[in-house]
C-alpha cells in the first residue's frame, strides 16, 4: 500500500462498519511515528506539509504508536518518561545520551510487539512488514496477507512481506496492465525489477466483471469484504 491509500481505507473501513469493524489497527514506519513523537537522531524534513506527511489524527485510535502510551498500558509511563525527556532536549534542558537513546528504543519495540499481539487486522506498509519489530510480533502468526495494488510493487517487496510475515495464504489484489512498478533506475527495469509478482502469477488471477477503479468506497468494499469473510470463516 501507499500511506495515502491506507489512510483512505482505514478511514472507509471505521466509517462504514462502526463497532462491527474488525479489531483494526494502523502500524506507521518510525519515520511518520517521529513526526509524533520526535526522538533524539531523528529529524526529518520541514519542508513537508500537508496531511500525508505525518500520521493522520483522524486515525489516532488506532495508531499502534499512540496506543502504546495510553494509560494503563504496560510500556506507558515509562515511553512518556522518555517523550519528555526528549521535549527538555528540544529545550536546552536536558543532555542525551546514547544510553536513554538505546533504552527508548528498546521500551517502545517492545511495547508495539506487546500492542499487535493483542489485535486480529494490521494495516501496514510492505516495507513495515519487514521491519524487526513487526517480524517479531507476529511472524508465523498471521493467517492471511493481503496486499492491494500489487501490481505496482516490485517483486522482491511482495516477497518480502510474504516472508517476514509466513503468512498462512496470499492475496494479491492489482492490475499490471494500469499500473506497473515505478522505477527509477532504468538498468534495474531491464533487469526485470519492472515485473511485479502479481504480474508473474497473472495467469492465475480471479478477475474482476465490473471496474472498481473509479470508484474508491467499491475499491474499499471488495477489501473489506475479503476481510469479513475471512473473520466469517
Not at 28 to 56: I, V, W
Not at 136 to 146: C, E, H, M, R, T
Request: proline content about 3%.
Amino acid at each position: 500500500y501507499s500511506v495515502l491509500y491506507l489512510r483512505y481505507l482505514t478511514e472507509w473501513m471505521i466509517q462504514k462498519y462502526g463497532k462491527s469493524c474488525p479489531d483494526i489497527v494502523r502500524l506507521y514506519g518510525s519515520s511518520l511515528e517521529n513526526k509524533d513523537f520526535p526522538t533524539l537522531g531523528k529529524y526529518f524534513s520541514q519542508k513537508a506539509s500537508g496531511r500525508d506527511s505525518k500520521p493522520d489524527v483522524k486515525l489516532k485510535d488506532v495508531s499502534v504508536h499512540r496506543l502504546i502510551r495510553l494509560d494503563g498500558k504496560p510500556f506507558s509511563e515509562e515511553i512518556k518518561k522518555y517523550d519528555d525527556l526528549f521535549l527538555k532536549y528540544k529545550e536546552g534542558q536536558y543532555e542525551p545520551t546514547l544510553e536513554d537513546l538505546k533504552k527508548y528504543r528498546r521500551v517502545t519495540s517492545d511495547a508495539v510487539q506487546d500492542e499487535l499481539k493483542q489485535h486480529k487486522v494490521i494495516f501496514c506498509t510492505t516495507s513495515v512488514a519487514t521491519s524487526p519489530r513487526f517480524i517479531k510480533a507476529v511472524s508465523g502468526n498471521i493467517q492471511q496477507l493481503i496486499i492491494d495494488e500489487a501490481g505496482m510493487c516490485t517483486e522482491p517487496e511482495s516477497i518480502a512481506a510474504i516472508i517476514a510475515t509466513k503468512a498462512k495464504q496470499v492475496v494479491l489484489i492489482g492490475d499490471h496492465k494500469q499500473l506497473r512498478p515505478v522505477l527509477k533506475s532504468t538498468h534495474a527495469a531491464d533487469m526485470g525489477l519492472k515485473r511485479s509478482l502479481f504480474e508473474r502469477y497473472s495467469d492465475r488471477a480471479n478477475m474482476l466483471q465490473i471496474q472498481y477503479r473509479m470508484v474508491r468506497t467499491s475499491v474499499f468494499h471488495v477489501f473489506a469484504t475479503l476481510l469479513c469473510l475471512f473473520f466469517a470463516g
